[in-house]
């Protein structure tokens, strides 16, 4: 069973336009989390949220708004798409009642900005 | 400001070699640490984590870290590699509910 799945894997698309980034996952977790790896493998934080609450937002441009209907799931839109934007976006979660605990990351969806 | 270093960008070696990483992390609290590993057009697997305890710590693989406060360190080793470990290794800290991550090491074991 998937633990932490993403959708769709890859994405292309022109600037300007709009797309989301779909996560979920099964495992009863309370925390849940947007990581962006760029083309150098440098993995950052972007977002975070616990209980559907946002608890993390690093510094992201307003073009990026998370989005958790329920605790299972955080999605990701992005607006106004950039070149720049071009990355692999790792959606992730993680235990309740232990926000030091490991994370668990989904497989990953690569986003080209042609 | 949390920062994790990572000594190596990039390392290649043989199969049966012995593989060691090293990490260091600038926040001088209770930390959690963490091991990932990333293969191939893979996502991030846990390899291993400290939280309190005996400061060596074993991983799965055959990957063992060990936890050295005074030198605010946690390496990664292996004794012995295999061509299947060649992936993406990072090193990883916890503060609270943030993550953060080293720049990664990438490993390539020749057969």
């Known amino acids: 069973d998937t633990a932490v799945s993403q959708t769709p894997k890859y994405l292309v698309t022109q600037m300007g336009n709009d797309k989301s980034i779909k996560c979920e996952q099964n495992?009863?977790?309370?925390?849940m989390y947007w990581y962006k790896q760029d083309s150098k493998k440098f993995l950052k934080i972007m977002f975070s949220y616990n209980n559907k609450e946002l608890i993390i937002n690093e510094t992201v441009p307003n073009r990026f708004s998370p989005k958790s209907p329920d605790k299972a799931h955080l999605n990701l839109h992005i607006n106004s798409l950039e070149l720049g934007d071009s990355a692999v976006y790792f959606c992730a979660s993680s235990p309740p009642g232990a926000s030091t605990d490991t994370q668990y990351f989904g497989p990953g969806t690569r986003l080209t900005v042609l | 400001a949390q920062s994790v270093s990572q000594h190596n960008h990039h390392v290649i070696l043989s199969e049966a070699a012995s593989l060691e990483l090293g990490c260091n992390y600038s926040?001088?609290?209770?930390?959690?640490l963490f091991w990932y590993v990333q293969y191939p057009g893979q996502h991030l697997q846990l390899l291993l984590k400290y939280f309190s305890g005996d400061p060596l710590v074993k991983g799965i693989k055959g990957f063992e870290a060990e936890f050295i406060k005074s030198k605010f360190s946690f390496n990664l080793r292996k004794p012995s590699v295999q061509w299947s470990d060649t992936a993406e290794y990072f090193c990883?800290?916890?503060?609270?509910?943030?993550?953060?991550f080293g720049a990664g090491t990438t490993v390539t074991v020749r057969a």
């Open positions: 990883a800290v916890n503060q609270g509910y943030k993550l953060s």
């Open positions: 495992l009863g977790h309370d925390t």
């Open positions: 926040y001088g609290g209770t930390v959690n």
